[in-house]
């Protein structure tokens, strides 16, 4: 390497993933501390190893050119969903869903690897299918490499995970040139599956009485027979598209396409979906009609981040978490003990590591010299930000808790291993923009 080549090299994204990891070490060991001050968790040990082999992958990743991804991309896409196949089959059950392999204590998480290797072969997909990536075809085939691992996702379940899966599928091909109403479609089903699923028990514990409405969505019968109307709607709407070709009857199609598709993944999801996950989403609406179970997680978290004020009580001072009032406080809620430790000022330097980061994959993504390289940044974008935007409100109850860790920061090896592979790849992809070789 010569010494020119140096300078080509993002140290700014470097320095920032190596704050975040100290940032991760020093309260996941705070975390393991009880009230007595004594440490009860050798977490932050493990946590120490899995950063700095996480580094090493990282370095190795910088190493050699990213362009193999693209030669490799579905061989690398074929062993996750492979990896994913064989967790569903022999797992290990970790909090309900079969998510990990290995022995009891010690394994990995392949859905974590899947997200990578899933923007890796969209990324080479889109850049195959450029010239014709507005077809509708060319979308529907897109569309099966992130539901593919979604579905085994679901299946394990984890659905928390799986929704990562959804903003890097539109990230990418927004970038990538595609029709917006093709993105748009996917979002309104979304909303509309969210909102359909979660009204039955929404109106149990929040309405506590049950109308007309409310009954459609809990009754399935009448759910069925709902759906049938909209599908007599769609095809009577598209027979008088093809007959008088008024952009009227097209968007009424449209329509109805979207709501027959929610309210049948809604059925789906009703009968998929634990009780346990749906009412996540319940108490994200309104935590206190459950405070004592579903609720407590958000309630306690919110105690400890709005005890923090601006400088918060001092490192290893912290009572929720010492007191144990948080579950899952060195993964899920992990930003909680930042806040309440070290305030205000303390959590704005996880912001900006993390807005350092992203605006630093913007302008690499600009930079880089192919398509496929770029859309690799806008992928790793979608998925740091979706974790950092969805994790951080989770903790201050203004989002619905998902378990979706805080990459670089929350405990787990499989989860800061592809922290750090993603931020390889965006330093390679810097490294390589004017052709240097190492």
């Given at each position: ?232 709607i769609v095809i009577l709407s598209a027979v008088g598209w093809f007959i008088f070709k008024k952009g009227i009857y097209y968007w009424m199609c449209y329509s109805f396409v979207i709501l027959s598709s929610s309210l049948f993944m809604a059925m789906l999801a009703q009968k998929i979906l634990k009780a346990y996950q749906i009412m996540r989403l319940v108490v994200f609406l309104d ?152």
């Amino acid at each position: 390497m010569n010494r020119k080549s140096y300078l080509t090299f993002d140290f700014i994204i470097i320095l920032a993933v190596l704050c975040l990891s100290v940032i991760s070490v020093c309260f996941i060991y705070s975390s393991g501390l009880n009230s007595e001050g004594i440490n009860t968790s050798v977490e932050f040990i493990k946590q120490i190893i899995w950063v700095v082999t996480g580094l090493a992958i990282m370095a190795l990743i910088i190493y050699v050119d990213y362009k193999y991804l693209y030669d490799f991309a579905y061989y690398i896409y074929g062993v996750c969903i492979i990896m994913l196949l064989i967790t569903l089959l022999v797992g290990n059950k970790v909090n309900g869903a079969r998510s990990w392999l290995g022995l009891p204590g010690v394994g990995i998480q392949p859905s974590e690897f899947a997200k990578l290797g899933t923007i890796i072969a969209l990324s080479a997909f889109c850049t195959k299918n450029r010239e014709n990536i507005r077809s509708l075809a060319v979308f529907l085939r897109a569309a099966v490499i992130p539901l593919l691992p979604m579905a085994l996702i679901l299946a394990q379940p984890d659905l928390g995970t799986s929704l990562v899966y959804i903003p890097i599928f539109l990230v990418i091909l927004f970038m990538a040139g595609t029709k917006i109403r093709y993105l748009f479609f996917l979002v309104a089903c979304g909303i509309g599956v969210t909102l359909f699923t979660i009204i039955p028990m929404w109106s149990g514990y929040v309405l506590k009485q049950e109308t007309f409405f409310v009954a459609v969505f809990s009754n399935q019968l009448l759910m069925l027979a709902v759906l049938g109307a909209c599908l007599l709607i769609v095809i009577l709407s598209a027979v008088g598209w093809f007959i008088f070709k008024k952009g009227i009857y097209y968007w009424m199609c449209y329509s109805f396409v979207i709501l027959s598709s929610s309210l049948f993944m809604a059925m789906l999801a009703q009968k998929i979906l634990k009780a346990y996950q749906i009412m996540r989403l319940v108490v994200f609406l309104d935590p206190s009609v459950d405070p004592q179970g579903a609720g407590w997680n958000i309630l306690q978290s919110l105690t400890a981040i709005g005890s923090g004020g601006l400088f918060g009580k001092g490192f290893l001072r912290g009572t929720q978490s010492h007191y144990n009032y948080l579950p899952q406080q060195s993964n899920d809620f992990i930003f909680s003990i930042i806040a309440e430790e070290i305030g205000f000022f303390g959590s704005m330097v996880v912001f900006l590591c993390f807005f350092i980061i992203i605006i630093r994959a913007f302008i690499i993504a600009n930079s880089s010299k192919d398509s496929f390289g770029s859309y690799l940044c806008f992928g790793i974008i979608a998925m740091i930000f979706f974790h950092f935007v969805i994790n951080i409100g989770m903790a201050m109850g203004i989002m619905p808790i998902t378990g979706i860790p805080l990459l670089f920061l929350s405990y787990g090896g499989s989860s800061l291993w592809t922290s750090m592979m993603a931020a390889g790849i965006l330093i390679n992809i810097y490294y390589r923009r004017y052709g240097f070789k190492i």
